[in-house]
């Protein structure tokens, strides 16, 4: 990829065939976004409709595009330079904003979570065209991305200023200007389209980061588990229990993404043919994964909240939602790493399934338990077949 040198020695990471390491900026940029999962988990777990499900998909989203689009600007720049440190501490105090209007999104702060996030996307965007030389492969890529972040967010802020069954509508066009436009090269007329082959992406360091961020969901999880436990007057034994059942859950997602895939991760972008490729779908898998995380999260509130109340329709939808999310991100992973689809996902995917007609006789705890074992199980058998 042609660069100036004297360009190469001043922002961007030096490819010089060795891990590139996470920085400390990228570390401290990282806690807005425990931040922000824990706003997603609040603002779920109080909106368990099918509505409030929606609109908290569609915020997952952005706090996901904002993060991976930060994450590829640090794949390829150096975060430790004085600019990209200041652009990068910038987005983290817009990202601070963004996730503290979370829980009023779709109420009276939508306007200031458009504003941040469309000023994070495109300000970011914008900063790190205007470093590059024109005619650089980046540059190229960069003018078609700011294209796309603008078109979104015209919709954003559109979607802040009407009535919220709209706005959801209008929020859930912006995602998919962001999410789906890689796909294609951020192709517009007139500018034509990028290629993953120009995107020299240092694999390590992209697996790392996807690997830190779901460390942040669990940890949030576990967060969240011990505020539950913290707030409860009585500590019994059905508390105590409901709290090892949600651990030990927690504990078995670890297993089942850091025991027996990430290690390999990095290997798969490393020696893949199309490493920029490869490096996208690690991106939109993780998307679902983490999702999938943040509704286990909710679950395990409501067994810890009430361990022996019977679970209803939307305590049941989540509770079991969470974990089949979970193993269909960790299955496509696992297809983009290994190549092919683990058995023991889909059938414990089949499990979960002839959980849905049973529920209704389980209380919280049972249920809770229940999925804990099944997501224990899947662990174990990754582990004895990897």
């Known amino acids: 990829m042609p660069i100036t040198p004297a360009f190469a020695q001043g922002l961007l990471r030096q490819r010089d065939g060795h891990h590139a390491r996470v920085t400390y900026e990228e570390l401290f940029f990282d806690l807005v976004y425990v931040f922000a999962v824990t706003q997603l988990s609040h603002q779920l777990l109080h909106h368990l409709t099918f509505n409030g499900v929606a609109q908290t998909l569609v915020l997952w989203f952005a706090v996901w595009l904002g993060w991976q689009y930060t994450c590829w600007v640090t794949n390829w720049f150096d975060p430790e330079t004085f600019q990209i440190r200041g652009m990068l501490f910038c987005t983290m105090l817009l990202g601070l904003l963004m996730a503290s209007s979370i829980p009023e999104a779709f109420a009276e702060r939508g306007l200031v979570f458009a504003l941040a996030y469309a000023a994070m996307q495109v300000g970011r965007t914008a900063f790190i065209w205007r470093q590059l030389p024109a005619g650089d492969p980046l540059a ?34 912006a995602v998919l200007c962001e999410y789906v436009s890689p796909m294609f090269g951020f192709a517009l007329p007139g500018l034509g389209r990028s290629h993953t082959q120009d995107w020299t992406i240092e694999g390590g360091h992209l697996a790392e980061r996807c690997q830190l961020f779901v460390i942040v969901a669990l940890g949030e999880t576990l967060l969240a588990s011990g505020a539950t436990l913290a707030d409860t007057g009585i500590w019994n034994w059905e508390v105590l ?71 209803a329709v939307p305590q049941i939808a989540i509770l079991l939602a969470g974990p089949a999310i979970y193993l269909l991100g960790s299955a496509i992973y696992k297809r983009v790493v290994y190549g092919s689809l683990p058995a023991s996902h889909w059938i414990g995917a089949l499990l979960l399934l002839a959980l849905v007609p049973l529920s209704e006789f389980f209380n919280l705890l049972v249920l809770g338990w229940l999925t804990t074992a099944l997501i224990l199980g899947i662990a174990f058998w990754d582990t004895y077949d990897a």
């Open 241 to 311: 229990m409901a709290l090892a059942a949600t651990f030990i859950g927690t504990l078995a997602m670890w297993w089942l993404y850091f025991g027996t895939s990430s290690k390999d991760a990095t290997a798969a972008i490393t020696h893949a043919e199309d490493p920029g490729r490869i490096g996208a779908y690690f991106h939109y898998v993780h998307a679902i994964l983490i999702a999938g995380v943040i509704a286990t999260a909710v679950g395990n509130d409501l067994v810890l909240a009430h361990p022996h109340a019977q679970a």
């Open 140 to 173: 190229l890529n960069y003018r078609r991305m700011l294209g796309w972040v603008c078109i979104s967010a015209v919709f954003w802020i559109a979607g802040a200023l009407a009535a919220p069954d709209t706005r959801l509508l209008l929020w859930l066009l």
